[in-house]
C-alpha cells in the first residue's frame, strides 16, 4: 500500500510537470508569434516612415534645383514621385495617401529667428503621408513633414563684409569709423594705433582678436589704441565713450575693447632699460571667457563662433561659389547659364572692350540668348573718354626692380560729366530705358596689362538714370575727386550707385596727374637716389558716395605681403594728413586682388615715399537706402534653409 501511493504520487508529479512545460511551451509560441508580429509591425512601419520621409527630401531637393534652373512646377513634382513611388514600391503592401506642395509668399515676415540680413521670400510646406496596407489597425500610417524656407541675402544690408579673406584693421589714422553691419566669414583682427569706432554690430564665423593673425603678424600687435562698439544696451555702472559722430549733438554711446593700457621697459643684455614698451589688455576673442564677456558687454552687437554665427556664404543660386565672376569677361565658351548671366558683362547696357569699341547691349538677361551688341562708336571719337593721361603709383613699385614702367598708370579716363551730356543726344539706349533690366550698368575692360586701369573724374554728378549707375571692370578703378555727392546742382544728395573692379585707389580733389609722373628710370631706390619728385602731393578732404566692392591682396607670411587691411581696402596715394576721406555706401571685399598691389610684383614690398600719408580720418559709413533702392544689376543671393522638420506620426 505505501508503494502504490509513492507510485500514484510520482504519477501526479509527473503529470503536473508535463503540464506545466505544455504551458510554457505554449506561451513561448505564442509570445513569439506576437514579438514577430511585433516585429514585423515595426518593420514595416519603419519601411512606411523612410518612404513619407523620402517623399519629403524628394520635394525638397526639387524644388531647390528647379528654382535655380528652370521654372519651378510643383504639381510636376508631384506627380513625378508618385510615378517612382509606383514603379519601386509595392503598390499591395503600401499607398501614398496624402503628399501636399503648398508655397506661401511672406514678404519678408521672418517668424523664425534667423539672422535679419536673410529675407524670408518664399516658404514650402511639404506633406507626405503613407499607409501600411499590411497592417489592417486604424491610424496605421506614417507621416512627415517639413517647412523649407527660401531666404534672399543683400550685400547691401553690410557696412562692411568680408567674404574668403580675414579682415584687418590695423589703421594709423586718429580715427577710423566703420558704419553699418560689420561681418567677416574668417577671423576679424584689430590694431589700431589710435581708435577704430564700429558704429554698428561687428561679427565674425571665426573670432575677434587684438593683434596680427598668428604665425603672420605684420608688427602691429603693438598698437594699443581704442576699440569701440556700441552696446546693444545701456546698463547702469559702466563706464562708456560717448562721442557726437555725426555732429548732430546727439552722443552716442561706445564700449571700448580695451580694459587698460600699461608699458614696461625692454631691457638688454645687461639688464639695462632701453626704452619702453606699452601693452595693453582687451576684451576679445583670445579670453576663455570671451562668450559670456561680449554678451554682458555688447550685447548681440559684438558675436562670434561662440555665439553661433555662421558664415554667410553668398552662392549665386547656388551654383556659384567663385565672386570674381561677377567682373571677370565672359569667356564665351559653353559655361554654365546660371554663371553666364551673373557677369555684369552680360548685364550692361552699355559696353567698352579692349579694342576701345563701345556697344550696345539689348535683350532679356535671363534669357538664354543672354545678349544682343550693336556698335556704337569707337573711343578715338567720344569726347568722354581719354586715353593719353598718365601718372605714377608709388605703391605698384617693388624697392628692387630692373622695369621702370612699374608703377607707371596709363587710365582709360572717363569724363561722368561729359558722359552725362553724351548720353542726352542718344535717342534711345537700353542704358536709358528704365524698363530695361540694363538700365543703368556700365561695363568697362581694358587690357589686363598692368598699369592699365579705370579712372572717373567730374564725377559730383551722376546721369539721372531711374536705376542709379553701376560701373563694373576686371581692372583696377580709380576714382578722382568726389563722386556722386549732387543732384541737380545740390550737395548733400546722392543717387544709387556701386563700383565693382579688381581694386580701388581714392585720388583726392587736389590730385594733379603731372605733379605724379614716371620716376627716372635709372632710379632703383628711392631712399638711395631721393629727388624732389619722390615728395607726394597734399591731398585735400574727398568724399565717394558709392557702394564699393572690390578685392585685396591675400596675407603671407612677412608685413610685406600683408593685405594691406581694411584701412586700404581704398587706397591712397597722395599726402593726406589732416584730411578727411569719406566713402558713404556698402563695402565688400568680394575677391583677390589680380592686377595691382600684388607680392609677386612687389619685390620686398610696396614702394613707402618720403612724406606719404594715409587720411587722418578714415570713415567708411553706411548708407541705409542702399538696402531699399540698390544700385542697378546687383540682384540678391538666394539660398535655402529647413526651418522645421517633423515626424508627425
Not at 271 to 288: E, F, H, L, V
Not at 606 to 613: L, M, S
Request: aromatic share 14%; net charge negative; hydrophobic share 30%.
Amino acid at each position: 500500500k505505501t508503494n502504490y501511493e509513492k507510485g500514484g504520487a510520482l504519477l501526479v508529479t509527473i503529470v503536473i510537470i508535463m503540464s506545466m512545460v505544455l504551458a510554457s511551451a505554449v506561451a513561448m509560441v505564442r509570445w513569439s508569434r506576437n514579438n514577430y508580429k511585433c516585429s514585423v509591425r515595426e518593420t514595416e512601419n519603419s519601411r512606411a516612415f523612410y518612404i513619407a520621409d523620402s517623399g519629403v527630401q524628394y520635394a525638397l531637393k526639387r524644388i531647390i534645383s528647379d528654382a535655380s534652373t528652370s521654372v519651378l512646377d510643383l504639381n510636376e513634382i508631384s506627380n513625378n514621385f508618385m510615378s517612382i513611388v509606383n514603379s519601386l514600391v509595392p503598390s499591395n503592401e503600401f499607398q501614398i495617401s496624402k503628399f501636399t506642395l503648398v508655397e506661401t509668399s511672406t514678404n519678408g515676415v521672418n517668424p523664425f529667428g534667423i539672422n535679419e540680413i536673410f529675407i524670408l521670400e518664399k516658404l514650402y510646406e511639404v506633406t507626405c503621408q503613407v499607409t501600411n496596407l499590411n497592417n489592417k489597425v486604424p491610424g496605421n500610417y506614417a507621416e512627415v513633414s517639413c517647412q523649407l524656407g527660401d531666404f534672399s541675402v543683400s550685400l547691401f544690408k553690410f557696412g562692411l563684409y568680408y567674404q574668403n579673406m580675414e579682415m584687418e584693421i590695423y589703421p594709423g589714422s586718429k580715427e577710423m569709423r566703420i558704419g553699418g553691419r560689420t561681418h567677416s566669414n574668417k577671423g576679424i583682427y584689430l590694431g589700431p594705433q589710435n581708435c577704430v569706432r564700429f558704429l554698428g554690430p561687428v561679427t565674425s564665423a571665426d573670432g575677434i582678436y587684438h593683434g596680427g593673425i598668428p604665425g603672420k603678424d605684420v608688427g602691429w600687435g603693438t598698437r594699443t589704441g581704442h576699440i569701440y562698439i556700441p552696446p546693444e544696451e545701456v546698463k547702469p555702472g559702466y563706464t562708456y565713450n560717448y562721442k557726437d559722430v555725426d555732429g548732430d549733438g546727439v552722443k552716442e554711446v561706445f564700449f571700448d575693447m580695451r580694459t587698460n593700457k600699461y608699458y614696461y621697459w625692454v631691457t638688454n643684455k645687461w639688464n639695462r632699460r632701453i626704452y619702453k614698451k606699452w601693452t595693453a589688455d582687451y576684451i576679445d576673442s583670445y579670453d576663455p571667457e570671451w562668450a559670456l564677456k561680449a554678451e554682458e558687454t555688447w550685447g548681440k552687437n559684438a558675436q562670434t563662433v561662440d555665439h553661433n554665427i555662421s558664415s554667410i556664404q553668398l552662392p549665386f543660386e547656388n551654383s556659384l561659389d567663385d565672386t570674381r565672376v561677377l567682373i571677370d569677361p565672359d569667356p564665351r565658351t559653353n559655361e554654365a547659364y546660371e554663371i553666364t548671366k551673373c557677369r555684369f558683362e552680360n548685364k550692361a547696357g552699355l559696353v567698352l572692350t579692349p579694342e576701345g569699341d563701345l556697344y550696345e547691349q539689348t535683350g532679356e538677361i535671363t534669357n538664354a540668348e543672354y545678349t544682343t551688341r550693336v556698335f556704337i562708336d569707337n573711343i578715338t571719337n567720344l569726347n568722354w573718354v581719354i586715353t593719353t593721361n598718365q601718372f605714377f603709383n608709388r605703391r605698384n613699385m617693388g624697392y628692387y626692380t630692373n622695369d621702370p614702367n612699374l608703377g607707371v598708370v596709363k587710365p582709360t579716363d572717363i569724363d561722368i560729366e561729359e558722359f552725362s551730356d553724351w548720353l542726352d543726344t542718344q535717342p534711345s539706349l537700353s542704358f536709358k530705358d528704365s524698363s530695361s533690366d540694363r538700365a543703368g550698368i556700365f561695363y568697362i575692360h581694358r587690357s589686363n596689362t598692368l598699369g592699365r586701369a579705370v579712372r572717373l573724374f567730374n564725377g559730383e554728378e551722376l546721369y539721372d538714370t531711374s536705376a542709379g549707375l553701376t560701373i563694373a571692370t576686371p581692372n583696377p578703378m580709380y576714382t578722382w575727386g568726389d563722386y556722386n555727392t549732387k543732384i541737380n546742382g545740390s550737395s548733400g544728395t546722392n543717387r544709387p550707385a556701386l563700383i565693382l573692379s579688381d581694386t580701388i585707389t581714392a585720388l583726392s580733389v587736389d590730385w594733379e596727374d603731372e605733379d605724379n609722373q614716371i620716376w627716372p628710370a635709372n632710379v632703383l631706390n628711392p631712399k638711395v637716389h631721393p629727388k624732389p619728385s619722390y615728395y607726394c602731393t597734399p591731398a585735400d578732404d574727398t568724399t565717394v558716395n558709392s557702394a564699393i566692392f572690390s578685392g585685396s591682396a591675400e596675407p603671407q607670411a612677412n608685413e610685406f605681403q600683408a593685405t594691406g587691411g581694411v584701412q586700404n581696402y581704398i587706397r591712397y596715394l597722395e599726402y593726406w594728413g589732416g584730411c578727411k576721406f569719406e566713402a558713404n555706401g556698402s563695402i565688400a571685399c568680394l575677391w583677390t586682388a589680380e592686377q595691382e598691389w600684388q607680392t609677386k610684383n612687389s619685390g620686398r614690398g610696396e614702394i613707402k615715399p618720403k612724406y606719404r600719408k594715409f587720411p587722418s580720418y578714415r570713415y567708411f559709413l553706411y548708407d541705409e537706402s542702399l538696402d531699399k533702392r540698390p544700385p542697378p544689376g546687383f540682384d540678391n543671393f538666394y539660398t535655402y534653409s529647413i526651418l522645421n522638420w517633423k515626424r508627425v506620426h
